[in-house]
Nanobody, 114 residues
């Protein structure tokens, strides 16, 4: 069974940083492109970032470009999202997903507020 467990969220002040981690299991992680998406309160899912199989290529939404960094460790089956210079508009539940697939985990809440 495919499992994706996100962690690392929390409450942070504007301008702060958080590092999200997603532990994958139940599938061959290194064979899939991975994605971070988010869902703000009362809104639909928003794409945040993609990463390719070996981590050498990534893409970002304009809203996070230059502030967020996606990475992966295929030896540990983990996906990470380093988030810097956080803004209140980044407040959302963040999910890691297999590219093109819906969320499977609970997500992790990120709240940016003073």
């Amino acid at each position: 069974e495919v499992q994706l467990a996100e962690s690392g969220g929390g409450l942070v002040q504007p301008g702060g940083s958080l590092r999200l981690t997603c532990q994958a299991s139940g599938f061959n992680f290194r064979q899939f492109h991975m994605t971070w998406i988010r869902q703000a309160p009362g809104k639909g899912f928003e794409w945040v970032s993609n990463i390719n199989l070996d981590g050498t290529n990534s893409e970002y939404a304009e809203s996070v470009k230059g502030r967020f960094t996606i990475s992966r460790d295929n030896a540990k089956d983990t996906l990470t999202l380093q988030m810097n210079s956080l803004k209140p508009s980044d407040t959302a539940v963040y999910y890691c997903v297999i590219k093109g697939n819906p969320p499977r985990g609970q997500g992790t809440q990120v709240t940016v507020s003073s």
